[in-house]
């Protein structure tokens, strides 16, 4: 198409510009990913057709599947089950559809979110399922934070979330998880990745599909959806989510390559998808030894150390020693059969693994 056949929006009268789709109303907002001025009609459709493309095209599910949504009260989670929930109707995905919230035992942040996924559990018509760290772990992260204070606390919570989820999951018996991992997300990722040089976490954390060696795949349906753009739905759509920030995160590392990301896509709106692709794009080169998949000798995770990071976590918590997994020594996976000896022969409070599910 020659430029000069371009469509352009039309003008109401010189009073301004009418939406650059449809032509027909008035623009409601500028569209984050590609700045066009767009109405807000068209705003849905295009966000959820984009959506649904990347469902199709990268056969994120199966007729007939169970998949359980990553639920937090937020606005990815929130905004991930109702357009799931509209486009498995529309698209008859013919998926059996649930919530799955964890819960950290954060008072005054988590207990607040948890009543928003109730009521979702209730105006999206979807069962929901709650597992706490408490009953697997034992912990709470208020109390583990009273431990370590808030410098690492990060640490611990990733990894036990990211185990809890998986073991929601199991419960629920679902074929796969859904989370709300958007765009800004993943680009975020690729550069704390690269910034700690951790290749085997930079090789996979661009796929939209993850964990299909594990007991359950995940995958991102918001790969390629910016953050603004989710907001935006959530505020137009008037969904009912959780604003508010974690409490225990203010001096999270992430945070910064958040900061920086946000400060490029105001020079650059693309930069957040170019980050991505990049990512998508390396290639580890052959001579990089790159961990052996296996499983936790203590709790049948998966894992490329004898223990699983939660073990080793836990077991560090249980005996007094919480920097003991998160240190740069050798830890329990260097020695870990001296920390296995068990008086009487019962499990105490110092043998207790991660979790209550067998892998």
């Known amino acids: 198409m020659e430029e000069t056949d371009t469509i352009k929006p039309k003008k109401i009268d010189g009073r301004g510009r009418l939406c650059s789709i449809c032509n027909q109303r008035r623009p409601a907002l500028k569209r984050p990913k590609t700045?066009?001025?767009?109405?807000?009609?068209?705003?849905?459709?295009?966000?959820?057709?984009?959506?649904?493309?990347?469902?199709?095209?990268?056969?994120?599910?199966?007729?007939?599947?169970?998949?359980?949504?990553?639920?937090?009260?937020?606005?990815?989670?929130?905004v991930l089950a109702y357009v799931l929930s509209e486009l498995n109707r529309r698209?008859?995905?013919g998926l059996d559809l649930f919530l799955l919230s964890v819960d950290e035992g954060i008072t005054?942040?988590?207990?607040?979110?948890?009543?928003?996924?109730?009521?979702?559990?209730?105006?999206?018509?979807?069962?929901?399922?709650?597992?706490?760290?408490?009953?697997?772990?034992?912990?709470?992260?208020?109390?583990?934070v009273r431990i370590i204070g808030l410098k690492n606390n990060c640490t611990f919570c990733g990894v036990f979330r990211r185990q809890a989820l998986d073991r929601g999951a199991a419960l629920l018996k679902v074929d796969k998880l859904a989370t709300g991992h958007n765009a800004d997300d993943i680009a975020e990722t690729v550069l704390l990745n690269i910034l700690r040089g951790d290749i085997?976490?930079?090789s996979r954390c661009t796929s939209i599909i993850t964990g299909e060696d594990g007991p359950i795949p995940r995958c991102k349906p918001f790969k390629y959806t910016?953050?603004?753009e989710i907001v935006m739905y959530a505020y137009f759509k008037r969904l009912d989510y959780f604003s508010t920030e974690c409490i225990y995160s203010p001096n999270a590392y992430r945070g910064f390559a958040r900061e920086f990301i946000k400060d490029l896509e105001r020079i650059r709106p693309r930069a957040v998808l170019d980050i991505i692709r990049s990512g998508e794009d390396f290639r580890i080169s052959t001579s990089t030894k790159m961990?052996?998949?296996?499983?936790?000798?203590?709790?049948?995770?998966?894992?490329?150390?004898?223990?699983?990071?939660?073990?080793?976590?836990?077991?560090?918590?249980?005996?007094?020693?919480?920097?003991?997994?998160?240190?740069r020594s050798r830890g329990l996976n260097g020695d870990h059969k001296k920390d296995m000896k068990r008086s009487n022969g019962n499990d105490d409070i110092e043998s207790k693994q991660c979790g209550t599910l067998d892998f």
Request: overall charge negative.
């Open 108 to 144: 005054g942040y988590r207990d607040d979110s948890l009543e928003t996924v109730k009521r979702n559990e209730i105006q999206y018509g979807l069962p929901l399922k709650v597992v706490s760290y408490k009953e697997l772990y034992g912990w709470t992260m208020d109390e583990i």
């Open 291 to 327: 961990p052996e998949q296996g499983t936790c000798e203590r709790c049948g995770y998966i894992s490329s150390q004898k223990w699983c990071k939660a073990c080793v976590l836990l077991e560090g918590l249980n005996r007094g020693l919480p920097k003991l997994g998160i240190s």
């Open 91 to 93: 698209h008859n995905y």
């Open 200 to 202: 085997a976490r930079l």
């Open 226 to 228: 910016y953050e603004k």
């Open 35 to 78: 700045l066009e001025q767009i109405c807000r009609e068209c705003f849905y459709g295009v966000f959820e057709e984009e959506i649904h493309r990347v469902i199709v095209d990268n056969q994120l599910f199966k007729p007939g599947e169970s998949v359980a949504i990553g639920a937090s009260g937020g606005k990815d989670s929130t």
